[in-house]
């Protein structure tokens, strides 16, 4: 019998992201952290295992592995289309780790009727991101420069690239943590 072929969801990428954050974080934990349900962080565990993303052996992420994905991988599995001006929660190259580097007349936002900024539409890769502006604010950081490789032009992506290289080969900073 011929097994499934692995296919990560565009989600799975939040919950690698949170567990770079957090690494020996429970599940019950992981899933609120991501705004998703408790099965749907465990499945995303296991493919992220799968894929070698993740060694739930030693509860931490494979950063080598992981930079290559994020940079290499994700802008070509989960690309981004940015649609109609819409109010929305930045990200990509209008989120807080690029914005100060990439001053821009183009502003790029998740969806949201919470969110105060205008800009075009980007869907996120979990539905839950927009809130993490709020709720967990070192996780909204990781995912705008995701997204600034999903959407963005050379420079961007540059500038994206940059910085997962920074945090992901070093300690994570206290300015990625707050």
Known sequence: MSRQPLALRPHDVCVLLQLMLTPEVPFRELAQL?????????????RLEISRLYLSHRREVNKP???EFLVSGVPYVFPGELGPETRGVPTAHSGPVLSANMPSPNVVVWPSADGEARGLALAPLCAGAPNTISSNPPLYRWLTVVDALRVGRARERSLAREALEQEIGSPMRDAWLT
Do not use: E, P
């Not at 991501?34 to 296991?46: C, E, F």
């Open 34 to 46: 991501v705004g998703q349900s408790l099965g749907d962080a465990h499945n995303a565990t296991k």
């Open 65 to 67: 592995a992981v930079v």
